[in-house]
């Protein structure tokens, strides 16, 4: 069944507060709702924190629930493309909240590697994580598709990158079936500063995590959709089997954002790990 997407966002704009975090002159633009376990959401590169909105809904009921647009997404200042940089100014941020307990951090896509790098960076940041639909480490082709992203935007503009960065995200019949979601989607894509695009395609064409995940002992549920071409199903596979403590959830149907595609699936395969 297509998502009311104009009803989750007046939703979502009823339920949650606005707010900047400010660290070292540099802003972080939060949503806040909720009451109970804090859990943090950390978006994909290629969707903006909205595709959260359905999943941020649900958890508001019973946790304290902050979405955060990524530095360089539109309301958040650029700290530079090094995914060391976004972690640390996003748990200086955070800190500044005095959060109790620890937050979950929750993480899809490029938001999944910012959290992980968030976790390794500051051990003592979070509780545990969920990572849907990243890993460790890009295969030689991933890391060309980032390059070929890239360039193409460089030289003809993100709209020339726009298809591409759908299919992504999202399945063709996925497609075929919500052309108001696609087109939603790719009006928000555009809307990327191109400095934050290419920043992060670099980051990732040159990420390798995977020396650095045999100590990381928080618990960690990965999950990844079955059709996911942005970051296939060995990725989440390699890094469940490298994180000392993690379990994987393969997500059947889905592609590179299933909280946003499948809400009350992906709700109902986190909902005992986030409430451990």
């Known amino acids: 069944m297509a998502l009311d997407l104009k009803n989750i966002a007046q939703e979502v704009s009823k339920t949650f507060k606005p707010s900047d975090l400010q660290v070292g002159g540099k802003k972080l633009n939060i949503l806040r709702s909720g009451s109970g376990a804090p859990i943090l959401l950390f978006h994909s590169l290629l969707a903006d924190r909205t595709s959260f909105d359905p999943l941020a809904l649900m958890l508001a009921k019973t946790h304290e629930v902050i979405t955060l647009s990524l530095p360089g997404f539109p309301g958040s200042d650029f700290v530079g493309a090094d995914l060391g940089a976004l972690a640390d100014q996003i748990v200086?941020?955070?800190?500044?909240?005095?959060?109790?307990?620890?937050?979950?951090?929750?993480?899809?896509?490029?938001?999944?590697?910012?959290?992980?790098?968030?976790?390794?960076?500051?051990?003592?940041?979070?509780?545990?994580?969920?990572?849907?639909?990243?890993?460790?480490?890009?295969?030689?082709?991933?890391?060309?598709?980032?390059?070929?992203m890239s360039n193409v935007a460089k030289e003809k503009g993100l709209e020339a990158v726009a298809d591409i960065a759908m299919r992504r995200l999202f399945a063709p019949e996925f497609q075929e079936q919500n052309p108001d979601l696609i087109a939603d989607r790719k009006a928000r894509f555009l809307t990327l500063p191109t400095e934050t695009f290419h920043g992060a395609c670099a980051a990732l064409a040159e990420l390798d995590l995977r020396p650095q995940l045999a100590g990381m002992t928080l618990p960690t549920l990965v999950l990844v959709g079955d059709m996911d071409e942005a970051t296939p199903p060995p990725m989440s596979h390699e890094l469940a089997e490298l994180l000392p403590n993690a379990k994987l959830i393969v997500l059947e149907a889905c592609a590179h954002v299933p909280q946003l595609q499948s809400p009350s699936v992906f709700m109902e395969k986190i909902k005992d790990f986030i409430q451990a």
């Open 92 to 148: 200086a941020a955070i800190t500044s909240l005095n959060l109790s307990p620890k937050p979950i951090l929750l993480g899809n896509g490029f938001g999944g590697f910012v959290a992980l790098v968030c976790a390794l960076r500051h051990p003592h940041f979070a509780s545990r994580l969920v990572l849907a639909d990243c890993g460790a480490c890009f295969s030689e082709p991933g890391r060309a598709a980032f390059r070929h």
